[in-house]
């Protein structure tokens, strides 16, 4: 093990330690993949049974199905010839930094945060929950180059999985270079001023589970390794950016109040800190993650119906309790990744995250009776509905994705 990593590996354990009641728990039973599936191999990913392509959330099975679905097969290639003509993108890009920010500090607002209309500047920002405020995709903000920038890459990926074409490669290289790792324009690996509220705060670690798109870009840059549009001083590039951002999640202080979240936040946060740790090459940080989970978020989330009360009482209910399960079975994933079986891991009192899944299926067919407050219930939007359940509910399924957006 290299000094970095050992370096890496000592900062993260030591910070990620879960409180007294969730030290000494039950491991999770070792995992045991089918015996003719491919397997995910700590840091190594799937990379040694797939071709050199290093995924770890991104099965090989699901990308095979999308290769042998006429119809999704040609979406996907149509969307990464539309994204050759997108970018670069870059936090420098905005008109100016924030205050207390430097260009290349990534910033966003709160979604839910808005304007006071009492006020006459409209400050402090005022929250309205789950309405969300277009503001943050305005480009003072980094949000939306960021989503376009995960985006393009998961496209630019699958186009050149399907066909081998290098442009699709050779474009992503150049998006990934200029976000992370050209001085000019690479983004500062933190999120000291994400989802930050005007008036309030510059940023929270809220902010933290904006790195959805960055975990994309993870299996993006894994799908993309095989070609030679990718040197070894671009992947080692990225690499030390991820683990930066990784100690950053670890050490900061909106990285600690994130991962003391008793709802989705803290469920991602666990998701985030194993994937990228994987990542950067220190599997055993994500081994430590994935083992405290059942106890350290299911025992203190989750009842013995398989409901997450704290998601149970937002405006959008529905999306928000299935959501937290998504968080949970992408960790599992990872968990099978370092030899530890999430899925089958079991609380004393019986409660897993099979638990969490029947909730989920009892109203998965008939959104409609769903007892519990949420704005698309009411707005009749019961195919959207059904939609959330299917691309959740598809992580625990053998079968390949019926729709490119399945793909976590």
């Given at each position: 093990m290299s000094l970095g990593r050992r370096a890496l590996v000592a900062v993260v354990a030591l910070a990620w330690l879960p409180p007294a009641s969730a030290q000494g728990q039950a491991p999770a039973p070792a995992f045991r993949a089918a015996s003719e599936a491919p397997s995910c191999q700590a840091e190594a990913?799937?990379?040694?049974?797939?071709?050199?392509?290093?995924?770890?959330?991104?099965?090989?099975?699901?990308?095979?199905?999308?290769?042998?679905?006429?119809?999704?097969?040609?979406?996907?290639?149509?969307?990464?010839?539309?994204?050759?003509?997108?970018?670069?993108?870059?936090?420098?890009?905005k008109p100016r930094a924030l205050a207390d920010a430097g260009l290349h500090d990534y910033a966003s607002i709160g979604p839910y945060w808005w304007p006071d209309p009492v006020a006459d500047d409209g400050l402090p920002y005022v929250r309205r929950d789950g309405v969300v405020n277009p503001e943050r995709d305005g480009p003072e903000f980094d949000k939306s180059r960021l989503r376009a920038l995960s985006e393009d890459m998961r496209a630019l990926a699958l186009g050149y999985y399907l066909s081998q074409d290098e442009r699709f490669a050779e474009h992503a290289a150049m998006l990934a270079r200029t976000w992370f790792i050209d001085s000019a324009t690479r983004m500062t690996p933190n999120f000291d001023f994400a989802q930050g509220i005007p008036g309030r705060v510059d940023g929270r670690g809220e902010g933290i589970i904006e790195a959805s798109h960055l975990s994309t870009i993870v299996e993006s840059l894994g799908l993309l390794r095989p070609s030679a549009a990718f040197g070894a001083q671009d992947e080692r590039a990225l690499r030390e950016w991820y683990r930066d951002f990784l100690v950053w999640m670890a050490t900061s202080d909106n990285g600690d109040d994130e991962m003391r979240k008793a709802n989705n936040h803290g469920v991602f946060f666990d998701f985030y800190l194993a994937h990228f740790a994987l990542f950067a090459g220190a599997p055993d940080v994500a081994r430590n993650v994935v083992a405290a989970f059942p106890d350290y978020r299911l025992g203190v989330q989750m009842d013995r119906q398989g409901r997450f009360f704290a998601e149970l009482g937002r405006t959008r209910s529905w999306h928000y309790a299935h959501y937290v399960v998504d968080g949970a079975a992408r960790l599992a994933t990872i968990g099978e990744c370092v030899g530890l079986d999430l899925w089958g891991a079991n609380l004393d009192d019986g409660r897993s995250l099979s638990t969490a899944r029947q909730f989920l299926l009892r109203y998965a067919e008939n959104p409609a009776g769903w007892p519990f407050p949420d704005t698309d219930?009411?707005?009749?939007?019961?195919e959207r509905m059904r939609g959330v359940s299917r691309e959740v509910l598809f992580l625990w399924g053998e079968d390949g994705p019926v729709d490119l957006d399945e793909l976590p």
């Open positions: 990913g799937y990379g040694p049974e797939f071709g050199g392509r290093r995924t770890f959330l991104w099965r090989p099975r699901w990308l095979e199905a999308i290769a042998a679905d006429p119809a999704l097969h040609e979406e996907a290639l149509s969307d990464a010839v539309e994204a050759l003509s997108r970018g670069p993108y870059s936090v420098t890009d219930l009411d707005a009749g939007r019961i």
